[in-house]
Every structure is written in structure tokens, then in C-alpha cells.
């Protein structure tokens, strides 16, 4: 199974870390004022993305960014729709002027989570991408409730699985503020990708194994320690996969 690795980008992370990190993904998330990012961050990601032939994704999340997007948040449908027309329509645009096209929206931190656990909100979700981005992409954990709901809308869904991040039986993503939650180990990380790329089935915190349905896209964070020599390792790993691949 061939995989594409994605990264959360322009999130104030130095520009030698942007051009590190994007020299091995395939796919990047690229902050578009929300959570973090600016005008400036855009134009130099974009320009990054299109000189290294990296797939340019909008990775909007909530407007506080003194918990970087990651913390609670209580949003209403028309709150969110109006939220994505602001952060995507801006990616877009710079996109729009440096030759680069949007090739997927990834929803950041509380924004992804609560689509995952509000029908209402994941509804809207691909209702808006539907009307005004038809035909992006959206990734979308594997397993969990949007991708389902935005195939059902007519959208095109990469499920996406997580190198970096812990997982519980349910197939969820163990909370940062809780123990261990976060990869750091490259020899753990890269034999999650492998497993990955092998039988589908990720290694759950309890040490159970479950299968995760059709994940094409792994994601790798910019802000896990160590990110460049991790991302460099998980990509090594996914272009010995695809040569092992018949």
C-alpha cells in the first residue's frame, strides 16, 4: 500500500525546519491564520510547497492561538462555515497568485476533533467543502466519523493515520495532556509506519493491535521533538515500503 506523509506547517516553526521538514513529505498542512500563520508564512510555505513538488493542503484551525488551537472549543455550524471561508478562501488566494493549486483541506487540532465527535459540525464541514472546494481533498482520521460523512457528500476522503501520536482501543488519539501521548522514538515511529504500510493496523497504547480502514496519508507533526530526524526516517520507511510493494 502506497502512503502519502503530511506535515502541519507554517506554524511558527523557523523557515530552516519548514525547508527540512518539506523535503521529505509528500503533503503539506499549511496554517492559514487561525491557530497560527500569516500572510507572510503562507507565501513562503506556498513557495516552498511548489519548488519541491509538495501537495499544498489548508490546515484552518480555531482563532486562539494562545493554546494553539489544541484546546476545548465550542463552536456552532455557521461559526465553523464562516471559519473556513475565511482561512481556506486566504490560502487559496496567495496559492492562487504564486501558480499553486489547493490539492486537500486537514481540519488542526480541536477544529479536527470536534468534527469527529459532532454529526452537526461534520455535516456542515462537508457541506462547505463540498460547495466552495469540491474538488479538494479532505483528510480525515481513519475510522472515525467525517470521512464517512464527506464521501457521503460526494468529496474525495484521504483517511489519515498518525506516526507520532499514541492510540486507544477505539482508534482515537490518546489526549496530549495525558501520559505518553506523543511518538518521539524513531524505532517506534518507524515501525508504526511499516505496520502501516503492511497490514493497515496500528499498535494501540494497551498493546492491542486493531486495523484502521484504508488510511492513505500519515501524518508526522512539525512541533514533535525531533521532527526533521523522524520525518526523514518514516519517509525512508514508506519509499522502502513502496519498492517491497508488488
Not at 506554524?11 to 525546519?17: K, W
Not at 497560527?36 to 492561538?65: F, I, K, Q, S, Y
Not at 493515520?161 to 495532556?177: E, G, I, S
Not at 493497515?200 to 497504547?205: F, M, N, V
Request: aromatic content about 4%.
Amino acid at each position: 500500500m502506497k502512503l502519502d506523509l503530511n506535515c502541519d506547517l507554517g506554524e511558527g516553526e523557523p523557515l530552516s525546519r519548514t525547508r527540512a521538514l518539506m523535503r521529505w513529505i509528500t503533503s503539506a498542512n499549511l496554517a492559514c491564520g487561525g491557530h497560527a500563520g500569516n500572510l507572510r508564512t503562507m507565501e513562503e510555505c506556498v513557495r516552498l510547497a511548489r519548488h519541491l513538488d509538495v501537495r499544498l493542503g489548508a490546515h484552518p484551525g480555531t482563532w486562539d492561538r494562545g493554546d494553539f488551537g489544541r484546546g476545548s472549543v465550542r463552536l456552532m455550524p455557521d461559526q465553523l462555515e464562516l471559519l473556513l471561508l475565511h482561512q481556506v478562501g486566504a490560502l487559496q488566494q496567495v496559492a492562487r497568485a504564486n501558480g499553486v493549486r489547493l490539492h486537500h483541506i486537514k481540519l488542526h487540532g480541536a477544529l479536527y476533533h470536534a468534527s469527529e465527535e459532532n454529526e452537526v459540525l461534520a455535516e456542515r464541514y462537508a457541506a462547505v467543502v463540498k460547495r466552495f472546494w469540491s474538488k479538494l481533498k479532505i483528510y480525515a482520521r481513519a475510522g472515525g466519523r467525517v470521512a464517512p460523512i464527506a464521501r457521503g457528500a460526494g468529496l474525495v476522503v484521504w483517511e489519515e493515520a498518525f506516526a507520532d501520536r499514541a492510540y486507544r482501543d477505539d482508534a482515537t488519539l490518546v489526549p496530549r495532556n495525558q501520559p505518553n501521548a506523543l511518538l518521539t522514538d524513531a524505532t517506534i515511529v518507524v515501525e508504526r509506519v511499516r505496520q502501516l504500510s503492511r497490514a493497515a493496523e496500528i499498535t494501540c497504547q494497551s498493546g492491542k493491535r486493531i486495523a484502521l480502514r484504508r488510511p492513505q496519508t500519515i501524518c508526522l507533526h512539525s512541533d514533535t521533538p525531533g521532527a526533521i530526524q523522524l520525518v526523514r526516517a518514516v519517509a525512508k520507511a514508506l519509499q522502502e515500503a513502496r519498492r517491497t510493494t508488488p
